[in-house]
């Protein structure tokens, strides 16, 4: 069965590093998103992208946060310099148009920051 | 604007006791709805989805959920409780206005006691 693919799984980083997020979402999935959940909260959306392009990056925090889907399949998503209040789970999921809007999701990156 | 919230952050039950998740949603037009299940350190698995097809809507592992358009719930049951439903449940919401992104409540952790 085909499924969403995120590396690394665990991230220990100091405050003021780069770090990178990696995800492949199942093959022919135009639409892939970035989610970000704090420890006890639910998943808040961070971009969209439709193919290469991104069709939403409003809660995307732009001074320290890029992403990119260069051709469209896999996708990385980037903080510098991270934060302490960076530490989270970073869900990639993926969607296949007329799916009923189901989302499929990854494992996720568990990032911490000291 | 699209919202869900999720009431009770922790559930206790019994094995074999009824288990019941509220959701309550907000949208503007008629929504997708799902309940996702997610287990330490891991991404999330779709318990099951509503698309207009039926209001109750059966999804894996036993679990069921209600559409009540009048309520605007999406409620989750499963008549007994197993140890391995010990989770944490999300709710959410999405809409193609929206840009299909989903919406998640705040969650609920389910505890089951032997």
């Known amino acids: 069965e085909a499924e969403v693919a995120q590396s690394p799984r665990y991230k220990i980083t100091e405050k003021s590093q780069a770090v990178a997020f990696w995800c492949d979402p199942i093959s022919g999935h135009a639409t892939l998103y970035w989610y970000r959940q704090i420890l006890g909260q639910g998943p808040e959306l961070l971009v969209q992208f439709q193919d290469e392009s991104v069709v939403d990056d409003s809660q995307l925090p732009k001074d320290r946060f890029s992403a990119e889907r260069l051709k469209g399949v896999d996708s990385t998503l980037k903080i510098q310099p991270a934060e302490l209040g960076d530490s989270a789970m970073y869900l990639c999921?993926?969607?296949?148009?007329?799916?009923?809007?189901?989302?499929?999701f990854g494992p996720g990156t568990r990032l911490t920051v000291l | 604007a699209q919202s869900v919230t999720q009431l009770g952050s922790h559930v206790s039950v019994s094995e074999g006791a009824l288990v019941l998740l509220r959701c309550n949603y907000s949208s503007s037009v008629p929504p997708y709805l799902f309940w996702y299940v997610q287990y330490p350190n891991q991404g999330l698995q779709l318990l099951l989805k509503y698309t207009s097809a039926a209001t109750l809507v059966k999804g894996i592992n036993g679990f069921e959920a209600e559409f009540k358009k009048s309520e605007t719930s999406f409620h989750l049951t499963k008549p007994s409780a197993h140890m391995s439903d010990a989770a944490e449940y999300f709710c959410a919401v999405s809409e193609a206005a929206a840009g299909n992104k989903l919406t998640f409540g705040g969650g609920t952790r389910v505890l089951v006691k032997p």
């Open positions: 999921a993926s969607r296949n148009h007329g799916q009923d809007n189901e989302q499929f």
